[in-house]
């Protein structure tokens, strides 16, 4: 759903990407409402779903998952069932950190964590190879982040990038 956000919403949106935790005293006098204004505005964006939730980042190699290796998989099929089916699966593999359906030379482009090398052979093996449809792995481990964002731009949903 596109959604039209003012000055207060955009700065809404922004200090709580920034800060989950912030109080709506601290989120109010940071956006310039008063204290139930301010909890009405976050409640409706709750309401609408622009508020998804609210998280805790934790650093991966500080609980033992150094390692980031995006894997290409393409499946046999790309049949409604196919695709339904391998994506229940992979939904349950816990180190599978995101997954997306792609266009181009794979079918899907799935993240995972690894404590190294012989973690990932174990995941690839056990898991990863054992999806309903699997045709083709391809895997490379990335080297080091670069840029890891959490925080979306906010602007109004029919507003063009400028870039």
């Known amino acids: 759903m596109n959604q039209t956000f003012d000055r207060i919403d955009r700065n809404i949106l922004s200090a709580l990407q920034r800060d989950g935790r912030m109080s709506n005293v601290t989120l109010a006098e940071a956006v310039h409402l008063s204290e139930s204004a301010c909890l009405r ?13 609210y998280v805790m ?3 991966q190699p500080s609980v033992g998952y150094p ?9 046999n099929r790309q049949q409604g069932e ?5 994506e229940q699966a992979v939904a349950e593999v ?11 030379e794979c079918d899907y482009l799935v993240r ?17 190879t054992r999806l309903p449809g699997v045709a083709r792995v391809h895997s490379s ?15 109004d949903a029919g507003t063009p990038s400028t870039r």
């Open 41 to 53: 505005r976050v409640r409706q964006l709750e309401e609408t779903g622009v508020i998804a939730g």
């Open 82 to 86: 196919d695709l339904e089916r391998f």
């Open 94 to 104: 816990p180190e599978i950190m995101e997954c997306y359906l792609m266009t181009g």
């Open 141 to 155: 481990f990335a080297l080091r982040k670069v840029v890891k964002k959490t925080e979306v731009p906010v602007r």
């Open 67 to 75: 390692s980031d290796v995006f894997v290409q998989i393409s499946l």
């Open 112 to 128: 995972v964590i690894a404590a190294d090398a012989r973690d990932f052979e174990r995941i690839h093996t056990q898991h990863l």
């Open 57 to 59: 980042l934790v650093d």
